[in-house]
């Protein structure tokens, strides 16, 4: 215990002397941090104030102007910025330091979505591309292709699930408790999306009489809805509508795949329809979600009459 207490003092005591250093000797430009790879993380030189950076809208606008830059660290920040704006790996070849020229280039590649560029990287950039593009696109075969760590490629495959919310991707992580994170993650988020979701229909309305063969205009209004089906609930018991649940009972269907945002669809009232008091429901899932329930939108109950 002692052994390892000594060694952390030592650890420290050289991250302190190495920064107080860098700090004197140039004008506080750089700090100790932490990087990390697939073999954990370790302790590295980044640049504190970036010249170049793309969030604060400073890059560069030329080769020529990185190629003057004297600091090795910052030069590599200068390509490393100009390859992102022009979108040119290429421009990561000029990198002396091949950590950062590593990291250019995943980066660039991940940014493209160009998969070959990731394949001719070194190990853990390699693999940080995969995952770029992975995620970006929500691609799992890349994923699979994260073979130094199952930590890393579960991570691509949680993020995948929540992206897309669907608790099946989550059955594809190794890891039993990160699997069940992902589930409890994609769960929450299913039901959190759900609860936003809504429709109402706003036409037909009570005491409306629709007469056969004429058209006319079901409106609505949706929030965070995919695509719609329309139905109507056929009853001529004096207005007694069944109970419904969306594709649980018998119901005429008027149009389906219909776009939640489109808020109104025209419907010419077939000639051959025998029920006289009906409902119109407007359903379906939350957009972006495979594990919802349905959400149900309901007219008032309306007369068709001949």
Not at 61 to 88: F, G, M, T
Not at 106 to 121: D, E, H, P, R, Y
Not at 196 to 222: C, E, F
Not at 225 to 238: A, E, F, S, V, Y
């Amino acid at each position: 215990m002692k052994k390892i207490i000594l060694i952390l003092i030592v650890v420290a005591t050289i991250i302190l002397l190495v920064t107080v250093y860098f700090w004197i000797f140039n004008y506080n430009k750089y700090i100790i941090g932490w990087c990390q790879n697939s073999g954990g993380k370790y302790p590295c030189i980044i640049l504190e104030k970036p010249k170049y950076d793309l969030m604060e809208n400073n890059q560069p606008e030329s080769i020529d102007e990185c190629d003057k830059e004297k600091d090795e660290i910052e030069q590599a920040n200068c390509y490393i910025n100009l390859a992102r704006v022009q979108r040119d790996i290429s421009i990561c070849d000029n990198i002396k330091i091949i950590v950062l020229k590593n990291s250019c280039e995943s980066l660039v590649a991940s940014q493209t979505k160009n998969v070959g560029a990731c394949n001719n990287l070194n190990k853990d950039a390699r693999e940080e591309c995969y995952r770029g593009i992975a995620i970006s696109t929500n691609n799992l075969d890349l994923c699979d292709k994260i073979t130094s760590s199952s930590v890393n490629r579960d991570g691509c495959i949680l993020t995948i699930a929540e992206h897309k919310k669907d608790i099946s991707i989550c059955e594809k992580i190794s890891d039993a408790n990160t699997k069940k994170f992902c589930i409890n993650l994609v769960s929450k988020a299913n039901s959190n999306f759900q609860n936003q979701a809504s429709i109402t229909v706003n036409s037909p309305t009570v005491g409306d009489k629709w007469l056969l063969g004429k058209t006319y205009n079901i409106t609505w209004n949706a929030t965070n809805m995919g695509k719609l089906i329309i139905q109507l609930i056929l009853n001529n018991d004096n207005g007694k509508l069944p109970s419904y649940v969306a594709g649980d009972i018998p119901a005429y269907n008027i149009s389906t795949n219909i776009n939640s945002n489109q808020e109104s669809f025209s419907w010419k009232v077939p000639q051959d329809l025998k029920y006289d008091y009906n409902q119109i429901i407007v359903w379906g899932m939350p957009e972006g979600c495979t594990d919802c329930g349905n959400i149900v939108g309901r007219s008032e109950i309306f007369e068709i009459i001949k």
